[in-house]
């Protein structure tokens, strides 16, 4: 008896392996943009480097679009600025040795900020690993070792099979809370060699959730609930994990004042009725704060800044709510919990359900703000507040702004209304200078329909001046506001207080309008006067422009150093 199935023709086993054979020419480079392409990658940043080559021809034959800068570092930033404003992990492609080390103050940035970057670099070929000095271009004993103390965690593929577990191990590092840097490092005659590995299909590599222990939930729940003067400190956590409504419900059914770090802008609106702003370098913050009986911390470590420089002695209970273990009860003692902001206040407005009547908290925050801006009345700044003012009114809500460590961003700090969550950046988790372009450059890669806005100093402005190239080459919506006060303005201020003179803070530097127009990049000279509509204009215009801002800016005297 004869089946109709008996005459299917099957493939010979010849037939199978011609159809899973990869296509002649792909490279471990290959494997490498597969995998990011699997992952959802879909731009990457770097540097192109005599060892990291084969990435680059891969690159080219593949779907995922490039942005190259001109400094391994600029990079780095450009790729946190990425990570930043969309969530996702921002690959980063790199060279070995000199490359790889010129992007470690920008991996040191986005380690403090929690920014998820994946580096991916090039090291000698594998049989130079070891530690022998064979005399390879580029040779360091231990590449690895200069990364791991900066990054969130390190991955090695010797050999191509281990290149797709090792990037999909390294993604979900990166984009577990608390986010982060990750290190990628794969040797060039790997990267280079022709590859019998078919095609990556997309790897599972989803982020780990990171969930309170219900236990401590309840202990918070029932501390807050029971509170006579509860207040919330609201830091970067808040906003990393999108928390910023659940926050706001919280605070509202406690009636509990918010105070939101220099990492936390946005965390809480800023015209709240509750919203004690951001003025955390200010003794009447600081005092209304230790009064609190219970203190909720959200996604901060209560660290230098965020604590007024230490002075910051609470008297009551504080609970501490945190993604990095490392950073519960680094500076307090409190009920620390180890979760996500998100899934932590989740659990908080589950369990505390009535709301605490309003006996007057809103009163002593207003009480607050204006004892606050008394202070800052007596001291003769207003041109510095006005400057804030213009720009906020000239940039869009929605619009991201990227700052450096400049006179004006630590006034930003405390002073600027960010309008929105998660569109104020600066470089304050490691405070290094060049921060603001080169990230702002990178959040416009992720939305090149939206403006976006980089303050920088004078000093800051010469770190990433090069990338001027790139804003023209990428067409970016980038308006860069260079504040020119001839040299390192805050070191200048800090000198000045502190010893006879400063030294080393004056800098000759160029004609800021005619260096960028020598860019094909658009650029005006402005007056704290004209600044609002200045700025409106080239924000308004398409592509990359220059506002030069020549004005010496003065800080708001300290309140730490008497407390």
């Not at 690993?129 to 969130?152: I, M, N, P, T, W």
Request: include cysteine; charged fraction near 20%.
């Amino acid at each position: 008896m004869s089946h109709d199935h008996d005459l299917v023709l099957r493939p010979t086993p010849a037939q199978t392996v011609a159809a899973l054979a990869p296509p002649v020419g792909r490279t471990g480079g290959d494997l490498v943009v597969e995998t990011l392409r699997g992952l959802g990658a879909t731009t990457v940043f770097g540097l192109p480097g005599q060892h990291a080559l084969a990435l680059f021809d891969a690159l080219r034959r593949s779907k995922l679009a490039y942005v190259g800068l001109r400094v391994e570092n600029n990079a780095g930033f450009a790729a946190d600025g990425y990570g930043r404003v969309t969530g996702e992990a921002a690959p980063l492609f790199l060279s070995t040795g000199p490359g790889a080390l010129t992007s470690l103050p920008a991996l040191q940035e986005a380690a403090a900020a929690s920014a998820p970057v994946l580096a991916i670099s090039s090291q000698v070929p594998a049989a130079g690993l070891g530690g022998g000095r064979h005399g390879h271009l580029h040779e360091l004993r231990d590449q690895q070792a200069s990364f791991r103390d900066v990054v969130k965690s390190v991955h090695v593929a010797r050999t191509q099979s281990q290149i797709p577990s090792a990037i999909a191990e390294a993604w979900e590092s990166a984009l577990s809370a608390p986010h982060g840097p990750v290190w990628v490092e794969i040797p060039q005659d790997v990267l280079a060699a022709e590859t019998a590995i078919p095609a990556v299909n997309a790897p599972d590599a989803t982020p780990h959730e990171l969930p309170p222990r219900p236990e401590l939930t309840a202990v918070a729940a029932h501390l807050l609930s029971g509170a006579a003067r509860p207040a919330i400190v609201a830091g970067g956590g808040v906003v990393r994990s999108d928390a910023s409504g659940k926050l706001r419900q919280l605070a509202e059914r406690l009636n509990a004042p918010v105070v939101t770090t220099f990492g936390g802008k946005g965390a809480f609106p800023w015209r709240h009725p509750l919203s004690l702003q951001s003025w955390l370098e200010d003794r009447h913050t600081t005092e209304f704060l230790e009064d609190a009986d219970v203190l909720l911390v959200v996604g901060s470590g209560l660290g230098e800044l965020s604590s007024n420089y230490g002075t910051f002695a609470p008297r009551g209970r504080i609970v501490q709510i945190d993604a990095d273990l490392g950073k519960l009860e680094a500076n307090h003692p409190a009920l620390g919990i180890h979760a996500d902001a998100r899934l932590a206040l989740t659990a908080l407005l589950e369990t505390i359900e009535d709301v605490r009547p309003d006996d007057g908290a809103a009163d002593a925050v207003r009480d607050v703000l204006c004892r606050v801006r008394e202070r800052i009345a007596a001291q003769d700044l207003d041109q510095e507040q006005q400057l804030l003012a213009a720009i906020r009114e000239a940039l869009p809500a929605t619009a991201p702004s990227f700052w450096d460590m400049t006179i004006l961003t630590y006034w930003a700090w405390s002073a600027f209304d960010p309008a929105r969550p998660n569109t104020m950046h600066s470089a304050q988790g490691a405070g290094g200078l060049g921060y603001a372009f080169p990230a702002a450059l990178g959040a416009a890669v992720a939305d090149p329909d939206s403006p976006v806005l980089a303050v920088s100093g004078d000093g800051g402005a010469m770190y990433s001046i090069a990338e001027l190239a790139t804003a023209r080459q990428h067409d970016l919506p980038v308006t860069w506001l260079i504040v020119d006060d001839g040299g390192y303005g805050i070191l200048r201020e800090y000198m000045s207080e502190e010893y006879e003179e400063p030294t080393g803070t004056e800098l000759a530097r160029p004609d800021f309008v005619a260096l960028a127009e020598s860019f094909g990049v658009p650029a005006t000279r402005t007056t704290p006067e004209t600044l609002s509509a200045d700025l409106a204009a080239a924000l308004k215009a398409p592509g990359p422009s220059v506002v030069v801002l020549p004005a010496v800016l003065r800080m708001f005297a300290p309140t730490h150093l008497g407390a």
